[in-house]
Each structure stands twice: as structure tokens, then as C-alpha cells.
């Protein structure tokens, strides 16, 4: 990551991958004001710029990371491996949350049932995501097998992550108050026990 140290680098405005290109700069000693930041707007975008050389370096995610290591030479330098655990939530208003409890517990098991057959199928969901995206089956057979499908509850670990994100948000201006990660999480809610596994 030093390497990239005054070189245009493209990424996502305020996405997970410029919380992880912070993360990944401050971990070599350097800020995000030593790179000449080029925002892109999509994925798609991002990817045209690295494939036409007029960046320097790229933060992309799965599948797209998997179709350039596939279709391009590209060196590697640096992943979110002990930098971040990039999740992704299910989020509802705070009313819907107290007033829908059953439905909830529905979604999240259905979620769930989803994401096991995922896990067992990792080939099919590269098949049905290639004619999605227009990805090579070879790059998302890649991605999918980089990753396990699950649904698990917030619990005091992922608030701390999240809160590290909001903190550093703020810090870089991104968002315009401090934000309590634990004040927009339901504590202990009635649907929790539901059959939930970590994976």
C-alpha cells in the first residue's frame, strides 16, 4: 500500500471500500489525503478506468475483483483481511421492528434457508448470477467461493466495527454528526432465538 502514496486510485465515495482504503493507508502510516483520490460512481465505472490505465490502482469488491483477476494482470496489494469484516445488514425502522416481530423472524429465516442452499451450491449461484451481471462463471466461481452465506445477529462485536466506520466517516467529513451505532440496533429483540447460525 505504501506503493500507492501520491498515484490516482479510484473507489466509492463514502462506500465500504473507502472505509477499507483508510483503514489499509493507516496501516502503512499514511492518510487518505496522500493519494490522489478519483471517485467512481459504480463498479462498472472502476473497473473501465483500471482496464484503461487511466488509474493507478482500484478498491473494488467481489464479483468485480474476481473478473479482473481473471481478465487482467493485476498486482494485489492488499485485501480486508484483519482491516475490516465488511458485512452487510438487514436494516427496518424502528416501528416496523416493534410492530412486526413474526415477520421479521420470517424474513430472517428465510434468509436463512436461502443461505444454506447457497453454501451447498456455490456452482448454480455463479450460473444465476452470470446471466445477471454479465460476468464470467469462471471470475463469480471465484468470488462465491471466497465468501459463506449466513444470517447472525448484531451483537457487541459488529456494533464496535460498526461504530469504528460512523467514527471514521465523521472523522473525513462524510457524515455530518456523530453517529451511536448501539442506539440503532434492537437489543435483544423477541425474534432472536429464532434458528440463526453463525457461519
Known amino acids: 500500500?505504501?506503493?500507492?502514496?501520491?498515484?490516482?486510485?479510484?473507489?466509492?465515495?463514502?462506500?465500504?471500500?473507502?472505509?477499507?482504503?483508510?483503514?489499509?493507508?493507516?496501516?502503512?502510516?499514511?492518510?487518505?489525503?496522500?493519494?490522489?483520490?478519483?471517485y467512481i460512481t459504480?463498479?462498472?465505472?472502476?473497473?473501465?478506468?483500471?482496464?484503461?490505465?487511466?488509474?493507478?490502482?482500484l478498491a473494488i469488491w467481489d464479483p468485480f475483483y474476481a473478473k479482473l483477476q481473471t481478465s487482467t494482470k493485476l498486482r494485489v496489494l492488499t485485501d480486508g483481511q484483519g482491516l475490516t469484516s465488511n458485512r452487510g445488514f438487514t436494516i427496518a425502522s424502528p416501528e416496523f421492528a416493534q410492530e412486526h416481530s413474526d415477520l421479521i423472524k420470517a424474513i430472517l429465516e428465510e434468509l436463512q434457508s436461502v443461505s444454506d442452499w447457497a453454501n451447498r451450491n456455490p456452482s448454480q449461484i455463479a450460473s444465476f448470477l452470470a446471466s445477471q451481471l454479465g460476468i464470467d462463471v469462471d471470475a463469480l466461481n471465484i468470488a462465491i467461493r471466497r465468501q459463506t452465506f449466513g444470517v447472525i445477529p448484531v451483537d457487541e462485536k459488529i456494533i464496535a466495527e460498526?461504530?469504528?466506520v460512523a467514527d471514521t466517516f465523521f472523522r473525513l467529513g462524510l457524515v455530518p454528526k456523530q453517529i451511536q451505532i448501539k442506539n440503532i440496533v434492537v437489543q435483544k429483540p423477541s425474534w432472536l432465538p429464532v434458528a440463526l447460525k453463525q457461519t
Open 1 to 38: 500500500m505504501a506503493d500507492v502514496k501520491g498515484k490516482k486510485v479510484a473507489y466509492g465515495k463514502g462506500w465500504n471500500l473507502h472505509y477499507l482504503l483508510v483503514k489499509a493507508l493507516e496501516a502503512q502510516g499514511l492518510q487518505i489525503k496522500d493519494i490522489n483520490s478519483v
Open 162 to 164: 460498526q461504530q469504528g
Open 42 to 57: 459504480t463498479a462498472l465505472e472502476g473497473l473501465a478506468a483500471f482496464e484503461s490505465r487511466s488509474i493507478d490502482a
